[in-house]
């Protein structure tokens, strides 16, 4: 979101946009309660609203949003760096090994370890995160 002082209007991205459009579609029904609930706490309240206080609400709402959209595409964005990077890794894995969930688990583990310290290497914080989670089952022949 970018506001412009000399005309006092600002400019939405294309990705608050489609927020806002999903939050239409897919929460119409969630945000009518978060209406309800802020319209009868600020009439309890029963605080008059000036126009300066309404116009900073708006942009402070909007740039909210703008904020957590830009985090989310960044973590997006780190995520899909991530997984290419691991997909070498991943690929290496002998499934009949390991279940499908200990693999799962072990690279939402590394994605989180990574980005907490991007400098460490993802490879071996998966390998590492397999051998953890992995347990080992005797498997007795009888004959």
Known sequence: MEFQENDNHFVV???LLI????????????????IKKAL?????????FDAQEAQETILDFLTLLELLAYENNQEFKVNQQLQKQLMPSIDHIDLRSFDSSI?????????QEIEQHPQKNPQEILFKEILKQWKPHKKTNSH
């Open 13 to 15: 991205s294309q990705e």
């Open 19 to 34: 927020v806002m459009q999903y939050l239409i579609e897919y929460y119409s029904d969630d945000l009518k309660d978060l």
């Open 40 to 48: 009868s706490r600020k009439i309890h309240n029963n605080e008059p």
């Open 103 to 111: 693999v799962d688990a072990s690279i939402e583990q590394t994605t």
